[in-house]
């Protein structure tokens, strides 16, 4: 059975930090493309960042830029979000998900990834 389980969210004040964990079982992680979404109550959900199979590739939306980073550990099978400088904007449930496509075409297209994890909520506010 294949599992992606997200870890690492909770409550910060604007302008902190927290890293987020994507712990994989069931698949071999370096096999596939990692990426992270958002998504707000009342909102679609929105790319965040991606990653490559092949660790050379790396994509983040305008709206991070800058302020976050995305890591992967292929030998612990765990992919990571360091979120700095948050913003309450920030605020929403962050899921990882995988896809084995090769190309980066479409990294923010939800429907395009074939597992998903539960989510952990960030919460910035003051």
């Known amino acids: 059975q294949v599992q992606l389980v997200e870890s690492g969210g909770g409550l910060v004040q604007p302008g902190g930090s927290l890293r987020l964990s994507c712990a994989a079982s069931?698949?071999?992680?370096?096999?596939?493309?990692i990426g992270w979404f958002r998504q707000a109550p009342g909102k679609e959900r929105e790319g965040v960042s991606y990653?490559?199979?092949?660790?050379?590739?790396?994509l983040y939306a305008d709206f991070v830029k800058g302020r976050f980073t995305i890591t992967r550990d292929n030998a612990k099978n765990t992919v990571y979000l360091q979120m700095n400088s948050l913003k309450p904007e920030d605020t929403a449930v962050y899921y990882c998900?995988?896809?084995?496509?090769?190309?980066?075409?479409?990294?923010?297209?939800?429907?395009?990834?074939?597992?998903w994890g539960q989510g952990t909520q960030v919460t910035v506010s003051s």
């Open positions: 990653i490559s199979s092949s660790l050379i590739t790396t």
């Open positions: 998900a995988a896809r084995n496509r090769g190309l980066v075409r479409g990294w923010s297209v939800p429907n395009t990834y074939n597992y």
């Open positions: 069931g698949l071999t992680m370096s096999s596939y493309a």
